[in-house]
């Protein structure tokens, strides 16, 4: 058996762990860590600060242990550790009268010290340089979206101004307009470009309020020349950075710098939204990316697997295809769990290994269902009448089954939130919107409700439709 070294197995726990986080909070707190200790099956893991060990361990550390676990069944606890190394600060100390020696240094430490996942990001930028056209699958379901990102890279500012990219988690967006920043980079190396997901820029432009530093804020971002937005949609509810975003927008955009901007749903669908700024992603162009189909599912699972050098029969890539199909992370999520178990043990991966490997990320195959098999199958676990679940009712006992029910028709059925809510009495699509946030964070963060929802599909597959 192939021992990895902490560093491997750490990717491979961070490759499955984004599957259950933003963006955005996996940027932010989960990026930067590491393993530093796997011995006795006691994990230690190394996080920047206090905030971050606060963080990781309130939300995350759960969720880390089950999949740590489910690597490696010896591995009993996990504990965090706060970095005491800074190298800035050894730099200084040591190197004070000595520039050039400090420059050495500086550039050692990083080198060595800091995560290969941090590397990887341009500092001036903060573009993923892995984020390419070159490997971006194109077919029907994102051809429009990659054909109008590819335009704008050759000609930013001058036509799809502002570019409003949608779709749901996991479809490419972030790997689409981050590859039209790598290239408009290459294209154009004087352009200034900022690629930030939506949480950082809210909370960029909270700090920047509270010290009484928007202007500064507003003049530097003035100085962008294709700004890039990723899940814009965390604007939700947060009506004085809109309107400070609303400026910056209209100073950019009248001197004719690039925006674009990605998000789960079109610029309708975002809850307070204030209506200038939608009508400014209106005024631009707005594409969908939407499911792909399974020839494209395939051309990514092999694509992927000659990346990571790891060599699979038809069979097992027409299995994870046919079964893994809203998502292209989960794809690739399925060839890390792979390429951990073949690196770990040194074998081929047959046909039946593969099935059982991947028993948890395919719970259930993906039958046809309907909206009156969801509506009877929640009713039925909850011990209660369709008719109830219609009902104007506040009682918790009715408000959350008829929250799952919003959750299942958008993830099962893909409706969209308006034509859910036209079921519901005619609720506004924005309740729908809320119903599925709600129990899209909960699945993640809460066993019991991720356990009734499995219980609940593994009743609605086992009805005939």
């Not at 039946?352 to 195959?365: R, S």
Request: hydrophobic residues 40%.
């Amino acid at each position: 058996m192939t021992i990895l070294t902490n560093e491997e197995l750490w990717q491979i726990v961070l490759a499955q762990i984004q599957f259950s986080v933003s963006r955005a909070n996996f940027a932010t707190w989960l990026k930067s860590t590491n393993i530093i200790s796997n011995k006795n099956g006691e994990i230690t893991i190394c996080v920047e600060n206090s905030f971050a060990k606060e963080w990781i361990n309130n939300k995350y550390s759960s969720l880390i242990l089950k999949i740590l676990r489910n690597l490696d069944p010896e591995i009993k606890s996990l504990d965090f550790l706060i970095n005491p190394y800074n190298p800035l600060k050894k730099i200084l100390e040591e190197t004070k009268n000595n520039p050039l020696k400090k420059l050495k240094e500086e550039e050692e430490i990083i080198s060595t010290r800091l995560p290969l996942r941090e590397l990887s990001v341009d500092k001036k930028t903060n573009l993923n340089p892995s984020y390419s056209f070159n490997n971006f699958i194109v077919g029907s379901f994102n051809q429009m979206a990659q054909a109008a990102a590819w335009a704008i890279s050759e000609a930013p500012g001058s036509a799809y101004n502002p570019l409003f990219i949608y779709g749901g988690v996991g479809l490419g967006k972030t790997h689409l307009i981050q590859a039209t920043g790598n290239r408009i980079a290459e294209l154009f190396p004087n352009k200034k470009i900022k690629y930030i997901s939506c949480e950082r820029l809210v909370s960029e432009i909270i700090d920047a309020i509270k010290s009484q530093k928007i202007a500064d804020f507003k003049k530097e971002s003035k100085e962008i020349d294709v700004f890039i937005i990723d899940d814009i949609q965390f604007f939700t509810g947060k009506e004085k950075s809109q309107e400070e975003f609303f400026h910056i927008f209209n100073l950019l955009y009248h001197s004719q710098k690039q925006i674009i901007v990605s998000s789960d749903v079109p610029p309708k669908a975002i809850p307070s939204l204030e209506k200038r700024l939608m009508s400014r992603f209106e005024g631009g162009m707005i594409i969908d990316i939407g499911i792909p189909d399974i020839e494209t599912r395939m051309a990514i699972l092999k694509t992927k697997a000659m990346e990571k050098n790891l060599e699979l029969e038809n069979e097992i890539l027409e299995y994870i295809s046919s079964n893994i199909r809203d998502n292209i992370r989960e794809l690739e999520g399925a060839l890390n769990k792979l390429l951990f178990f073949k690196k770990m043990n040194n074998q081929t991966l047959d046909f039946e290994t593969v099935k059982h490997l991947l028993k948890n990320l395919i719970l259930f195959p993906k039958k046809k269902t309907n909206f009156k098999n969801i509506v009877q199958a929640v009713s039925n676990f909850y011990n209660l009448t369709e008719k109830e679940l219609f009902l104007i009712s506040r009682r918790k006992e009715i408000v959350k089954p008829r929250q799952i029910i919003m959750y299942l028709l958008r993830e099962e059925l893909k409706e969209s939130f308006p034509c859910i809510g036209r079921k519901f009495n005619g609720k506004d699509h924005t309740t729908v919107m809320y119903a599925w946030d709600k129990i899209n964070k909960g699945v993640k963060e809460n066993d019991d409700l991720l356990s009734e929802i499995n219980s609940i599909k593994q009743k609605l597959y086992n009805m005939a439709v």
